[in-house]
């Protein structure tokens, strides 16, 4: 029988950039340590941020991200939706780019990602302000 977990995190805010959240997220769900196998799933409730994979351990890749982010959706785009500002529109097609959501193997109580591998969230605002996160989670329970 499939047992569920959810909770509501709600993030500070961060500068505009690529933020490592692991341990923001696991803090917030100790009841995965109840949880033999299953998935966690991570959704942010906003439209000009994301969430994405990757390495966690040089801090060089958050800053090449942040600039290959910037290359994909210049600001000096003609768009059309500009009355929230310069950066808007940029950070609701980078959203979409990277995604709303990431979805992570539970085994052992734990989130089974690879060593170097980390969740951050993408913040493609200058001045984003608090992010929500929904975190779900399902499985088998030890």
């Known amino acids: ?12 805010p961060r500068s505009r950039g690529f933020h490592l959240i692991t341990a923001e997220i696991l803090e917030a769900i100790p009841e995965i ?8 799933h991570v959704f942010i409730q906003h439209t000009s941020a994301g969430l994405t994979i990757n390495e966690n351990a040089d ?10 982010a910037n290359q994909l959706c ?10 929230e500002g310069p ?4 950070a609701h097609v980078k959203a ?4 709303a959501s990431v979805t992570v193997p539970i085994r052992f109580g734990r989130l089974k990602m690879g060593v170097w591998q980390g969740i951050y969230l993408c913040e493609h605002r200058n001045s984003g302000g608090s992010r929500q996160l929904v ?3 399902q499985g088998k329970l030890k």
Request: hydrophobic share 35%.
């Open 59 to 68: 801090p060089d890749v958050r800053i090449d991200m942040e600039t290959a």
């Open 96 to 99: 979409s780019l990277f995604g």
């Open 1 to 12: 029988m499939l047992e569920y977990h959810q909770t509501c995190v709600s993030l500070s």
């Open 33 to 40: 340590e109840r949880f033999e196998v299953g998935l966690c």
């Open 135 to 137: 975190i779900t989670l």
């Open 87 to 90: 950066d808007d529109m940029p």
């Open 74 to 83: 210049p600001e000096v785009s003609p768009f059309v939706h500009t009355c």
